[in-house]
């Protein structure tokens, strides 16, 4: 039961765009929280893909990008490539009852 | 660069207590905040706590009356016990440094993780 709500799956050809929502509220993204995204390829642990709402760290491709909008952010993959079919999900802090780190719902991306 | 290795058994009885250690190599435990973060098989993430170099503490409220973070500096080393464990607490219990930015505390990401330990917890 996560806070933050994202799409269950997303799918494109290699080379095309695609683009996740994190969908949040007044006490999380919405209070101005930042917002972090994370790829989690097959069996593996999830890695940092984007950091304070919009920053790449050091050896993500360009082609990930994120903002933020009000009470919602988005991850957008362009030219996308068959080794980017992973779990992407979000993460915020909620300030609603006693406050806490929250991750999304999770989304499945599909290189088809 | 900071290694994170989990350790600890991989199968825990019903209302008995979980116990992970999370090794840290590569860099010094000090000066950063450390936490826990569950993953039930197929399903999302769920962030358990975390414990700060010098001992300070915050859970997660639907865990904290059965969650404890520890912290030994002079092992590199912190750890996690999750008291009264059922079914629902079979998971891959990850390690990873909780990075907090100048803007704030709850402005924070974790980064690196460690690859991950299964726990299951059954008869």
């Known amino acids: 039961q996560s806070v933050l709500t994202q799409p269950p799956s997303v799918s494109g050809a290699p080379g095309q765009r695609v683009t996740i929502s994190c969908t949040g509220s007044s006490s999380n993204i919405g209070a101005g929280y930042d917002v972090h995204w994370y790829q989690q390829l097959p069996g593996t642990a999830p890695k940092l893909l984007i950091y304070g709402n919009s920053n790449r760290p050091s050896g993500v491709p360009d082609r990930f990008s994120g903002s933020k909008s009000g009470t919602s952010a988005s991850l957008a993959i362009t030219g996308l490539q068959a080794e980017d079919e992973a779990d992407y999900y979000c993460?915020?802090?909620?300030?609603?009852?006693?406050?806490?780190?929250?991750f999304g719902t999770g989304t499945k991306v599909t290189v088809l | 660069q900071v290694q994170l290795q989990e350790s600890g058994p991989g199968l825990v009885k019903p209302s008995e207590t979980l116990s992970l250690t999370c090794t840290v190599s590569g860099g010094s435990i000090s000066s950063y905040y450390w936490s826990w973060i569950r993953q039930p098989p197929g399903k999302g993430l769920e962030w358990i706590g975390y414990?700060?170099?010098?001992?300070?503490?915050n859970y997660n409220p639907s865990l904290k009356s059965r969650v404890t973070i520890s912290v030994d500096t002079s092992k590199n080393q912190f750890s996690l016990k999750l008291s009264s464990v059922t079914a629902a607490d079979t998971a891959v219990y990850y390690c990873a440094r909780d990075v907090v930015p100048a803007g704030g505390r709850w402005n924070n990401w974790f980064d690196p993780w460690g690859q991950g330990t299964l726990v299951t917890v059954s008869s």
């Open positions: 993460q915020s802090y909620d300030s609603s009852l006693s406050g806490s780190n929250v």
């Open positions: 414990i700060y170099y010098s001992g300070s503490t």
